[in-house]
T-cell receptor, first 108, second 117 residues
């Protein structure tokens, strides 16, 4: 089993739609979780941290489920500019692991 | 604040040749990472430095890859000799904090796109 797994997609959704991505991790001792966004041929950039109680930033909501060992990202009212690859990042003691990413394409 | 700088941005070499990449971190960032990102995959950690010491190089192919971070600032990653499967983007990332503290945001450089023919 991979340490961090994501559905590669692509997820093709119309503008205004709500879309959700999941990411599972294998190490129950993992400490911190993040979502990064990567545009085509660009470097990854932090989108948001994921807190145990769940957190929201505008149209984006991140959730953590430690019992089932997954994190999720929900995007509401999708915009064309949301088209990108979303990378799940898991941090354990001295070690950080990226998922393979989920590609989102928002269609006009 | 200046970001993470990397050079060159693009490099094309033939297999069995050598190549080196350079990274200049954000000032004051103690931790530095080199990642390899193959097309269609997520970044794979190659090596992590804490100041000028290696924290984790378990995924670095040491028969051909080497990295150093002299004086705890700039870092270089070298491949010698290169193979076709080394074609990828090599990303440098840095962050504040130490490996024993809570993780915080990594800032990535623009990457070096390597093509091995």
């Amino acid at each position: 089993r991979k340490e961090v797994e994501q559905d590669p997609g692509p997820f093709n959704v119309p503008e205004g739609a709500t879309v959700a991505f999941n990411c599972t991790y294998s190490n129950s001792a993992s400490q911190s979780f993040f979502w990064y966004r990567q545009d085509c041929r660009k470097e990854p950039k932090l989108l948001m941290s994921v807190y145990s109680s769940g957190n929201e930033d505008g149209r984006f909501t991140a959730q953590l489920n430690r019992a089932s060992q997954y994190i999720s990202l929900l995007i509401r009212d999708s915009k064309l500019s949301d088209s990108a690859t979303y990378l799940c990042v898991v941090w354990g003691y001295q070690k950080v692991t990226f998922g393979t990413g989920t590609k989102l394409q928002v269609i006009p | 604040e200046a970001g993470v700088a990397q050079s060159p941005r693009y490099k094309i070499i033939e297999k069995r040749q050598s190549v080196a990449f350079w990274c200049n971190p954000i000032s004051g960032h103690a931790t530095l990472y080199w990642y390899q990102q193959i097309l269609g995959q997520g970044p794979k950690l190659l090596i992590q430095f804490q100041n000028n010491g290696v924290v984790d190089d378990s995924q670095l192919p040491k028969d051909r890859f080497s990295a150093e971070r002299l004086k705890g600032v700039d870092s270089t990653l070298k491949i010698q000799p290169a193979k076709l499967e080394d074609s990828a983007v090599y990303l440098c990332a840095t962050r504040t904090g130490t490996f024993v503290s809570s993780y915080n945001e990594q800032f990535f450089g623009p990457g070096t796109r390597l093509t091995v023919l």
